[in-house]
């Protein structure tokens, strides 16, 4: 009875379906929370994780919020906003652990004006930013869209406390060319808990043969009246 019971488990786990999680959450509705060693800080506003910029201070700040890409009940509210040509080649930073977690996900709502920044490179660390590697570009446009990837097939980011992540934006050609940063969550799915095989034991083995074969009997019995 132990043997079907554990088959039943076994079976319950693998048909279970696999839902997306919420790690993290950052919907810039709230002023970031200060300056810190040269770079302006963003408190997460669900979740655990920090983000920070090395933008010149003075060319970050808001703009009205979008719903592409809210979480629950979250207002649009207020979208973070990065100013200026002086700026290409700088980062947008976050570090979310990601124990417990696999098959991880980073999406967002972007948006640039004619002059902002064209080419944006999302990179990950496995490291809390010791190192980072290219994952892909992408190009907003000039009216909210998602920015939708999947990290599932880096399976170093899974279940990681020192997984991160970063924007480098280029390719503004004004001093007043920004981008628009909202809604930017870090996702997975739950990592499910190890299944632990038990051997039948020699009696549980008989007793499931004996009731299978006096099941078939039975069978045969009702075929023939």
């Known amino acids: 009875m132990r043997y079907l019971g554990l088959s039943f488990l076994l079976v319950m786990v693998l048909i279970a379906p696999v839902h997306s999680e919420t790690i993290a959450v950052w919907n810039f509705n709230d002023a970031a929370s200060g300056v810190t060693g040269g770079e302006l800080e963003f408190s997460v506003d669900r979740g655990s994780g920090t983000m920070s910029s090395d933008f010149s201070p003075a060319n970050i700040g808001n703009a009205s919020g979008s719903s592409v890409n809210l979480e629950g009940e979250d207002p649009a509210g207020a979208a973070l906003r990065l100013v200026g040509m002086a700026n290409n080649g700088r980062y947008l930073t976050w570090m979310t652990g990601t124990e417990g977690y696999e098959a991880i996900g980073v999406s967002f709502a972007a948006q640039r004006t004619s002059t ?27 009216t909210f869209g998602l920015q939708n990837f999947d990290f599932s097939a880096i399976a170093g980011l899974d279940d990681n406390p020192a997984a991160g992540f970063r924007i480098r934006f280029d390719g503004a050609t004004g001093s007043s060319g920004n981008n628009r940063i909202d809604n930017l969550v870090v996702s997975g799915t739950l990592i499910p808990p190890p299944v632990t095989s038990t051997v039948p034991e020699p009696s549980s083995l008989a007793f499931l043969g004996f009731g299978m074969a006096a099941l078939t009997l039975w069978r045969r019995r009702e075929s023939k009246r």
Do not use: A, K, V
């Open 116 to 142: 902002g920044f064209l080419d944006n490179l999302l990179q990950y660390s496995l490291d809390s930013g010791g190192s980072w590697t290219d994952y892909g570009g992408f190009s907003p446009g000039t």
